[in-house]
């Protein structure tokens, strides 16, 4: 009888146990729950399971890969030129899309070469790898900015050289 007795008791505390154990690791302790979601990726990106987010591939951004990169350069730009072999200048130019996804062309180049100067994007910056045009060699790198004035993506600083 002693047995059953304790056998009772013993069985009672372990539910008693369990509940107690049940309510606290249920009981909502100002706490909200989060549910993190996968993002969808397009154009061939990858999701980072680790920061959920997306890894775009070469020539697309953004939080899902949906933005070509070298969108923001295409347009027509007014070029302020303080060079420092030349006098200070203005005049236009046009990038344009090139042939792969981040390659531009850049019409009017340095208000001189009547042939397109090539380029490619890498997120924010224009790169313009050394080639030769008209019996000159050119290169740079340009970094695509914001300004008072004119907005996101409103302004390029560009530093290239031309030589004979």
């Known amino acids: 009888m002693k047995r ?3 056998s009772i008791q013993v069985s009672l505390i372990i539910v008693l146990l369990f509940a107690v154990v049940t309510y606290i690791s249920c009981k909502k302790i100002g706490s909200t729950t989060v549910i993190k979601r996968y ?5 061939g990106g990858l999701v980072d399971s ?3 987010t997306c890894i ?14 070298r969108t923001k350069f295409i347009g027509n730009w007014t070029v302020l030129e303080k060079g420092s072999a ?5 005049y236009p130019i046009s990038i344009l899309p090139g042939t792969s996804i ?13 042939t397109y100067v ?9 790169y313009i790898p050394t080639q030769q045009y008209e019996g000159k060699t050119v290169f740079g790198t340009g970094y695509i900015g914001s300004s008072n004035v004119y907005a996101q993506f409103g302004t390029i600083s560009m530093k290239y050289e031309v030589t004979d």
């Not at 030349?86 to 203005?90: D, L, N, R, S």
């Not at 981040?102 to 009547?114: G, K, L, M, P, Q």
């Open 4 to 6: 059953s007795i304790l």
């Open 39 to 43: 993002p969808v990726c397009v154009n």
């Open 50 to 52: 680790i920061h959920y």
């Open 56 to 69: 775009c591939p070469t020539g697309y951004e953004d939080s899902s890969c949906e933005t070509i990169s």
């Open 86 to 90: 030349t006098t200070q200048a203005q």
């Open 102 to 114: 981040t390659d531009v062309v850049i019409a009017n180049f340095y208000n001189y070469f009547r």
């Open 118 to 126: 090539k380029g490619y994007v890498d997120n924010d910056t224009l």
